[in-house]
């Protein structure tokens, strides 16, 4: 059922053909770049709703373009992730997966229709300027977004939107903060280097399992001492593995761990000094730490312009009392934060819960958003295109 206030935009079999979609993609998941079919089941939605214009890209992402009003316009995109998690369904759904093993836990599937919808919504009732429809791949293990940027198929794109489906709000509210929304999530390792000896003669050696204790206790000062207190982070040293005997002093230790932050500066500061520490106490010790890093996903700090427009495009379609703030912050990482470091834009949170169902976390065996929450993301994407296309057109 589509909520009343929506109702009118998805009349004829529309509803219906986003409804066999989503369940369609959701009975067949598949893992991250292995999207195959499920590209192809988009591409002929795509082409069922008159969308001529489409491209595949980094393999198994589609671009597709939605004419505006006029051509030469501002250039927005609508972007919904397609992949799936490595998780055994739990949900008894009728339409529940598949594939053993295999699962939509996270609401891609979902993700994926809204933008099918939404350039549906758009082929209807156009933007100023063109939209482009982005199906990303891989949004699981953060290499999708950046597949797609490097295709160049985003180039001359001014603004881009994206959302999550959440169980923690009601089907009908939307949350269009401004300011930070999900974490950066990069991990390190540290690998120190010393000499090995006979566990009696320590003298001999440069010991790496003493140094790692040290570097270890040294990195917890990054969170309490270096960090400013005001925007939370962690750093969690998550492996530690040296030696192979008791009586044996290793020659090396090797650590690795993870730094979350949700502001870009405090991201920078801690993966320096987690560097930096982890190098100084090791040359206290008479050892060598070599340190690499792995950046993951950035930040996502939604900006003040384009949230603006997410804001006004979500109260149009819900009503300005269900636009609600998220309430907390979110330390989990969103692959839609490459889209953002390079376009400005804005990333919402959909609510998928039916009224009175229980909160269930995503990438829960049990997870499933409620099927009504396809209209709302659809029309919410829809409309966040409409306005900041003319936004960008009338120059504001
Ligand atoms: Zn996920
Ligand atoms: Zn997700």
């Known amino acids: ?31 991250s770049f292995r999207e195959t079919e499920t590209a192809g ?6 082409e069922g709703f008159g969308v001529a214009d489409r491209r595949r890209v980094a393999d198994t992402a589609i671009v597709a373009r939605v004419p505006g009003r006029r051509s030469g316009g501002p250039v927005v995109a609508v972007r919904g992730d397609i992949d799936a998690l490595p998780i055994q369904e739990a949900t008894k759904l009728a339409f529940a997966s598949t594939v053993p093993g295999v699962m939509h836990a996270c609401g891609h599937d979902v993700h994926a229709t809204w ?25 699981e293990t953060g290499k999708g977004a950046l597949a797609v940027i490097e295709s160049g198929a985003l180039d001359g794109v001014v603004a ?57 206790a040294a990195i917890q000062t990054i969170v309490s001492r270096r960090l400013n ?35 870009p500066v405090s991201r920078a500061l801690m993966l320096a000094e987690v560097e930096r520490v982890a190098k ?17 996903t950035p930040p996502i700090v939604n900006p003040t312009g384009a949230t603006a427009w997410a804001r006004k495009a979500a109260e149009s379609v819900v009503g ?10 979110n330390l989990a990482g969103e692959d839609f934060a490459h889209y953002m470091e390079r376009i400005p834009g804005c990333f919402l949170r959909i609510g998928a819960r039916e009224p009175g169902g229980p909160v269930i976390p995503a990438h829960a065996a049990t997870f499933y958003p409620a099927e009504e929450s396809l209209f709302v993301g659809a ?18």
């Open 41 to 46: 089941r988009l591409d002929v939605a795509l």
């Open 379 to 396: 029309a919410v994407l829809a409309e966040c295109a409409r306005v900041a296309s003319a936004a960008l057109a009338s120059g504001g």
């Open 160 to 216: 881009i939107f994206g959302g999550h489906v959440d169980r923690r709000f009601e089907v009908g509210q939307v949350v269009a903060d401004e300011g930070p929304l999900a974490a950066s999530a990069d991990t390190f390792e540290i690998e120190i280097v010393g000499s090995g000896a006979h566990a009696a003669r320590p003298h001999e050696s440069r010991d790496p399992i003493v140094a790692a204790a040290a570097v270890i």
């Open 115 to 139: 933008a099918v919808g939404a350039a549906a919504l758009l082929a209807a009732s156009p933007a100023d300027g063109d939209v482009l429809i982005v199906l990303q791949p891989a949004e």
């Open 280 to 296: 100084s106490v090791a040359s206290g010790y008479g050892v060598e730490a070599r340190v690499t890093l792995d950046m993951g």
């Open 229 to 263: 207190p005001a925007t939370p982070g962690v750093v969690t040293i998550g492996t530690i593995h040296a030696g192979s005997a008791p009586n044996v002093i290793p020659e090396r230790a090797v650590l690795s761990g993870t730094v979350r932050a949700v502001e």
């Open 320 to 329: 300005m009392e269900n636009v609600v703030p998220l309430g907390f912050l």
């Open 1 to 31: 059922m589509v909520p009343p206030g929506i109702a009118r935009q998805f009349g004829g079999e529309l509803e219906q053909r986003l409804v066999a979609l989503r369940r369609a993609i959701h009975a067949n998941p598949e893992l």
